[in-house]
């Protein structure tokens, strides 16, 4: 389980299949979450998924939240950011540190 996957819709992430990433698509949360499920099993350690998806999944991707493997990282998508991976991050330094230094 060493592989690098992006999740979310086709414009937002086929250009980081150039670099060599696993890249998967959905436009919905419904046809996310069959999908995600299937990586977080063992297929990826790292999984990188638009906020628009994310947003549709939050119950699902806060069930892998105290797991060591997957990362699951909230991106941008092509229509902007939501500010999820940014409170995700804050969350994550929040309960590493103690307290808000972001």
Same mark, same amino acid.
């Given at each position: 389980?060493?592989?690098?996957?992006?999740? !979310?819709?086709?414009?937002?992430?086929?250009?980081?299949?150039?670099?060599? @990433?696993?890249?998967?698509?959905?436009?919905?949360?419904?046809?996310?979450?069959? %999908?995600?499920?299937?990586?977080?099993? !063992?297929?990826?350690?790292?999984? /990188?998924?638009?906020?628009?998806?994310?947003? !549709?999944l939050a119950?699902?991707?806060?069930? /892998?939240?105290?797991?060591?493997?997957?990362?699951? %990282?909230?991106?941008?998508?092509?229509?902007? #950011? @939501?500010? %999820?991976?940014?409170?995700?991050?804050? #969350?994550?330094?929040?309960?590493?540190? !103690?307290?808000? %230094? @972001?």
């Amino acid at each position: 389980m060493d592989k690098i996957a992006v999740l !979310g819709d086709r414009g937002s992430v086929l250009g980081f299949r150039a670099i060599g @990433l696993d890249t998967r698509f959905a436009e919905t949360p419904e046809e996310a979450a069959p %999908i995600l499920k299937k990586l977080a099993s !063992g297929e990826a350690a790292i999984i /990188y998924i638009t906020e628009q998806l994310a947003a !549709g999944l939050a119950e699902e991707i806060a069930s /892998y939240k105290d797991r060591v493997l997957p990362a699951i %990282i909230p991106i941008p998508g092509r229509q902007g #950011s @939501l500010g %999820i991976g940014m409170s995700a991050l804050k #969350s994550a330094v929040e309960r590493a540190v !103690g307290a808000d %230094i @972001l």
